[in-house]
């Protein structure tokens, strides 16, 4: 869970790992799946997407791209109402 001001590097890659060991699948697979349909110029490597896990630099959609691949599906929930009334 997302609380204001305590994302960290660690976090995210844990997170993003925990996942994809949940689901049963490796990186290397997920690197496999996601490379299919692309040029070699634009394929990924799981040495690219581990660093970009470890530095923190991942992109929204990569992480969704990887979410797709293993079965989940990324969504956002807002953390407290405000009355409107």
């Known amino acids: 869970m997302y609380v204001a001001g305590q994302v960290s590097y660690t976090n995210v890659k844990n997170e993003v790992m925990a996942y994809i060991a949940y689901s049963g699948w490796s990186l290397v697979d997920i690197v496999d799946e996601m ?21 923190g630099s991942i992109s929204y959609g990569l992480c969704l791209e990887i979410a797709g691949i293993i079965g989940y599906k990324i969504y956002w929930e807002r953390l407290d109402q405000k009355d409107d009334n």
């Not at 490379?35 to 470890?54: F, G, M, R």
């Open 35 to 55: 490379n299919k349909d692309k040029p070699a110029a634009a394929k990924a490597t799981v040495q690219d997407i581990s660093n970009k896990l470890s530095s």
